[in-house]
């Protein structure tokens, strides 16, 4: 058995976006991966290459999140469809335009407090992640929080979406 010393790792992937529109509004948002993470492994005699891959997909139409926003809006606030289509583009994406970024920011940030807190987040996330806790939604943002206050700023919410982490978060893979 190998012990790893110390491992690197390089994620790639790809995103397609597909948007279903019907009479100029949007009813329905795929989104398809496909991720190659390469890692070089350090260890007393050697490197290695190790390759892992995966595929998977996330969508959500109009209806379902309409449906399960009835679910919720009793437990907690939520966002509209057309707020959460807004924000969950550079969530998804992994890149986007300034203006793309800070208008996710705005709407998230309800309080114009100029920080993101778990609420906020929540109701962004509550009709996705109906069972999520603040303590688990507290782990992701401390991966990104430098004060440790259970908020971030703008410059960490960029980095948020930049490391892949809000994507991760949507997909509940972390």
Known sequence: MREKIETMSELKYTVSETVYRRYGQIIEIIYEYDEVRQEQVFDYMQTTQESRSRTYQASISRTDYEQLANKVQYQRHVVPFDTFVCIIRPFMMGTYTNDELREAFRLLDSDASNTIDLNELSAFLSVLHPNMTKEILSNYINKVAKNGNQC???????????RGIGRDIVCGLL
């Not at 971030?152 to 930049?162: A, C, G, K, P, T």
């Open 152 to 162: 971030i700023n703008f410059d960490e919410f960029s980095q948020m979406i930049l």
